[in-house]
């Protein structure tokens, strides 16, 4: 039996004349982008061209909303209401379902950034908000989410597909949420170490926590497209997926 | 031969706690409205809930995309790129798209706001950008402008259908551009005279300059929702359309 | 002996075309104007006009500085660092302060708003890179906060002057703290019970809870400025201080 | 007798998480930062830690006021009134001075951004409401602009000093303003050229154009820190200044 994986990369997270990220050099090496709608990161000009840019490589578009939150670059959590949310995910998706369908292309899933998807791994009515509104939009769209989450719970009883992500760069806690990233030993810093843990949470469906082993369900990885070694990442982690016999998903 | 014309009204333009305009009530007068979309006025909440009183009174939705100058109201003319045009209108319309297709309904039409409409009006590049980005969402959307203007050629060039808009209380220059608002004479303050001015355009398909008569097409009467008479002048001219025999518009 | 009070009032809250608030009228029944800087609400021109306004009657200036929020009216509490908060609070009081200053004026106290004010009144680090920030840029400045909050103390740790603030229409619960806006039982709508609240703390430094009377210090009184009857509560206030011989403080 | 020149630079670009600028490494090579305030570039936190990189380093803090654009940065023109100039200058000109005034320094000069900067080399108005912001604030700050421009004409008028401001890299019209970035040949691509024009115009206080020399007051020499050749570029003009027995002013 082949293994089949999904890898996603957040995108266009520049925003005016601010660059971050190695867009084009990371669309080779995933399935799936994540495209900045304007809020934490991303303006409308640079959606159009990363919205270009993932079509031409055959790479799956996917809508990433964030908080209002441009100084903190949609990581600081705030009280927000499920309507909120909600309001924030359909505006945003749509924002963006625009230069997708202005390119020929179509969205196929939404992951919620930063602070609204930490929020929505636990919180029940924000992650229902968040659900709601993907589907009102259009219910073909997955919507991707913390492996064992509320959002994924959320999507599954909305009526989504839903796709369970995990992270190649996190450590886990024993309940499965990710360490905190105001915790020391939040990231895998050795990119061995970050490789390993993917495969496992790939062929056995278990994440290695400080009290132990638990089970998690990985569809999607999250890698990042920022930092210097980035690109040097998303090869390795290719390179051991065709040694392992796992094959990336190619929309292509 | 019974005139048909439609009245269009710009709303949603309130944003978080600050209230503009009299949306509910001026609903029962219009046949469109023109719903702001985040960058000049409006937010994600107010768009919904605009989108769905337009839906309940079977009143047109249409998409107001403005400058990204919320302090300005996009009223201040900035240097604008076609391409940033064509991405501002793009994402706004997208955004509102979303919460007409989650309550059911559809775009019918897009309106530029302020600067970006009167900049349109006179720059061909512009209008152009303006026009395909809205071609480019759907091609059935129709494209509200200046009647006369360049926006109104761009969307014909471009394959929309277009709606030549007139104004019921500005005053007209002998080129069939408004007076500028730096000008004493820009509007028409007297009531009576604007409803003279809108019936004089749909009957007789002129309106009065300081330079004599001249040419106007009228398909739809724009008229405002904020200000103290903004509801008593919605009713007189109604009204006089009523006794002069001419049909709104309605989409119900 | 005289018991003399101060009376605030949050000012400058409009944006653009967006009004909040009858700055104009309430400035003859205040002490102190907490003038919005620009973050939660407020823009360069109205707080240009506010503080000429506030001048020209002899009310205190104050700056009021929020949350980057504007959407939210910098009620929605997010997760702050300590160093933000100082730098977001410095930020605001010096746009406040150059105002001011080409005015011909001074700062004469702070008061953070909404979601800031209230976390700083329970997190002491938080308090304290406020009240760092005030006394880095003017040891003069007084701080308003909570009474019996970590922001009184803060300021007094710091070495600042401190004003402890009651609020007239909101009920308080046994710890002191104010009941949260989310409870139904928040306000006092009743005028006379909102200002018989008042004059209790005034004269007998006590208010009432569910769970009995609990010792409040009360040395400014916050009124609000917008809502129907902002204007007829200011009268009754100060109606009242002249009938219990309580003087309100004067800077003129 | 010894020629006496200040090099400027922009600094404190960065917004958020993203980085502009070799802000720390430019510092030893400049007489003055001109340091973003929040409206084109900037947020509070990098405002705190430019000023104080500045000070350590002896070189001189300015403010830089940019248009409320950032999507934009500044870059683009806009309909403004004097007012508005006057106010978005004094607003952002004391928030800076709150960090200043923190760390124990003072503002030295201010230097508009980009579209405001341009606008005012041309608008007698705008300069003035520049000029005016300026010397409200502190008459003894020190106004910068370009050579010739209106907005030195206007500080001199309001009783400011000011500093004439010339580029290294830019071509100049024969009129003596820049030639706009919109035509081909607006930079000076080579290193060597940009530094000969800047000795010509500091030792003989002419500037070569298409028609010829002009003559230009060159008190203040810009250069930029961002670009890959910003360091190599500031070293070259430093040893070339040291060459020709031009000293760089030093605060220190």
């Not at 031409?56 to 909120?84: C, M, W, Y």
């Amino acid at each position: 039996m082949q293994l089949l994986v999904d890898i996603n990369c957040d995108m266009g997270e520049s925003f005016g004349r601010y660059k971050i990220g190695h867009d084009k050099e990371m669309m080779e090496h995933i399935s799936s982008a994540n495209i900045a709608c304007g809020f934490h990161a991303g303006d409308p000009s640079i959606m159009k061209e990363t919205v270009r840019l993932a079509l031409k490589n055959n790479v799956a578009v996917g809508a990433h909303p964030g908080l209002p939150d441009l100084i903190g670059f949609g990581r600081r959590n705030f009280s927000l209401t499920p309507q909120e949310a909600y309001d924030y995910v359909l505006y945003q998706t749509g924002a963006l379902h625009a230069f997708v369908q202005a390119e020929g292309g179509r969205i196929r899933h939404v992951k919620p950034h930063g602070a609204l998807y930490n929020m929505a791994a636990v919180n029940k009515e924000l992650a229902k908000g968040i659900a709601e509104a993907v589907y009102n939009l259009n219910p073909d769209i997955i919507l991707f989410g913390l492996a064992g989450s509320e959002l994924i719970n959320a999507g599954n009883e909305t009526g989504l597909q839903t796709c369970s992500e995990v992270f190649a760069d996190r450590t886990y806690q024993p309940d499965g949420t990710l360490t905190p990233r105001s915790q020391p030993d939040c990231m895998l810093t050795n990119d061995d170490d970050a490789v390993n843990q993917v495969i496992k949470m790939v062929k056995q469906g278990k994440v290695t926590t400080h009290a132990g082993d638990i089970s998690i369900k990985a569809e999607t990885i999250c890698i990042h497209g920022d930092g210097e070694h980035a690109l040097s990442f998303a090869e390795k982690i290719n390179s051991a997926f065709e040694k392992e016999g796992i094959q990336r998903i190619n929309y292509g």
